[in-house]
């Protein structure tokens, strides 16, 4: 990209204490309801967007796993 272009979004760099409470709730549910997903957001201080879309890659790479595993 073009260097100082502030309007391309860029990936979210989450904090190793934001991962490691997302990967917690991951391994306890992979789908949140809105209002977890609202809770979670708020406790880690991120946008719901992000906290979706962390669970959408989670569930992507999860599934990509579980897939490479059953052969």
């Given at each position: 990209?073009?260097p100082g272009g502030k309007s391309r ?43 979706k879309i962390w669970f959408q890659n ?14």
């Amino acid at each position: 990209g073009a260097p100082g272009g502030k309007s391309r979004r860029r990936r979210t760099a989450f904090t190793s204490e934001q991962l490691l409470e997302l990967r917690k709730e991951f391994h306890c549910k992979k789908y949140l309801s809105l209002t977890e997903r609202s809770q979670i957001a708020h406790a880690l201080k991120l946008s719901e967007v992000q906290v979706k879309i962390w669970f959408q890659n989670e569930r992507a790479k999860w599934k990509r796993i579980k897939a490479g595993n059953v052969s």
